[in-house]
């Protein structure tokens, strides 16, 4: 090779040596789609009544949009089944079989323990490794059908190495009264050692909200509890004072509280399913529900409280299946079924998992605007997802 010739090929090598990171961070900078699909393979899930590829009917979103708990999950995957998503369109998503009982829960905030509803913790990695061979590794909090649960953060404790953990469930005598009841939380303490876990302190089932009784009433439906275990959603069903809706509570910060008196801190004004809490930035955490098949999202920020949000696309039609869930980076994920029609005008019913960014929201950015209000960010980005993975996957032990 003449000399001359070498020098262009070092020189060329250098260029694409630089190009190639410059490529790399411009594209994880770029904003992830504001609505994305990603459909189920009715040959890996089976299919439902109506041919489509089967969803769950009560399902949880992991913090980083990684994992989907289902429960009812169709004949071909058992009673509660875990989805593994990709991290974008292209990929391919992955279902496990799990021991666990229809309507499990997973502990917010962290997911480090997924819990049946008879009480028993698995560790998540466990679930993943392992699948319907997991083993528990102890037994505790709140028991159910309509359980939920929380890692309590931003408390204070005497011991710094124990877990704290914050069920919810409403506790009912017989099948009929279901789905409605007094509340009734569970704090415990748990000492974490890897293949042992040790329950070491216990605050017991606890009754909550007794002073709001002359305004709520004492019977509420459909609560969730928020990530950090201090707050929670739920609808009084017979108020003394207005309508049924769903309102937000604040609950106490100690681990052992004696009482939790319940402060009300918002009002939706309206009866729609489960309001599901994101993570809190810097204002408080957003919430997503379900209302008719369409998904909704509330910036609690002071000025917008009594503004809603639809997640919606003008190309698709998109029915969702079960209350959403909300990423610690902001995407609100959740299952439904869709139309997929191709450009020469036939249309494909499919079914799987939506994720949109309620940052790229044209009427949310429309409101923030008019009120002359920053949003937390302009749009999550494939870093914003890419890390949040990573951090999930560093903290369970799992491949990224």
Request: hydrophobic share 40%.
């Amino acid at each position: 090779m003449r000399l001359v010739d070498a020098a262009c090929v070092q020189f060329l090598v250098l260029l694409v040596t630089l190009a190639v990171p410059a490529l790399a961070r411009e594209h994880d900078s770029a904003c992830i789609d504001a609505v994305s699909y990603l459909p189920l393979d009715p040959e890996m899930v089976g299919r439902d009544s109506h041919g489509v590829p089967a969803l769950g009917t009560y399902e949880r979103i992991s913090p980083d949009g990684r994992f989907v708990l289902r429960s009812f999950s169709g004949a071909r995957m058992g009673e509660v089944s875990l989805i593994e998503l990709p991290a974008d369109a292209a990929g391919h998503l992955v279902a496990y079989r799990t021991p666990l009982s229809n309507e499990a829960f997973p502990v917010q905030g962290t997911w480090r323990y997924v819990v049946d509803v008879d009480g028993r913790h698995f560790r998540l990695t466990d679930v993943v490794r392992q699948q319907e061979r997991a083993k528990p590794l102890f037994q505790g909090g709140m028991r159910g059908f309509y359980a939920a649960a929380a890692e309590l953060t931003g408390v204070k404790s005497e011991d710094a190495s124990l877990v704290w953990i914050r069920s919810m469930s409403w506790p009912q005598g017989d099948r009929a009264g279901q789905g409605t009841g007094p509340l009734q939380v569970r704090t415990l303490g748990v000492r974490d050692q890897g293949d042992r876990v040790d329950v070491v302190e216990d605050s017991g089932p606890q009754f909550i909200c007794g002073t709001r009784g002359s305004t709520d009433g004492g019977v509420y439906t459909l609560p969730m509890i928020s990530v950090d275990g201090l707050e929670f959603s739920a609808i009084p069903i017979n108020p003394r004072v207005g309508q049924p809706s769903m309102r937000v509570y604040g609950l106490a910060n100690d681990t052992l509280a004696a009482s939790h008196p319940c402060d009300l801190r918002m009002d939706l004004h309206a009866a729609p399913g489960k309001a599901v809490f994101g993570f809190a930035g810097s204002r408080p955490a957003m919430l997503t529900y379900t209302d008719n098949a369409s998904v909704y999202f509330v910036d609690r920020h002071p000025a917008l409280r009594d503004q809603v949000f639809r997640i919606e696309d003008a190309q698709t039609q998109v029915l969702a299946s079960a209350f959403p869930g909300l990423t610690r980076d902001g995407r609100i994920v959740f299952g439904a079924s869709w139309k997929e029609c191709r450009t020469h005008g036939v249309c494909v019913d499919r079914a799987g998992y939506v994720v949109a960014d309620p940052y790229q929201n044209p009427d949310y950015r429309q409101q923030l605007q008019r009120l002359g209000l920053a949003p937390d960010k302009a749009c999550i980005t494939r870093r914003d997802v890419l890390q949040e993975r990573q951090r999930f996957a560093a903290q369970h032990g799992l491949k990224p």
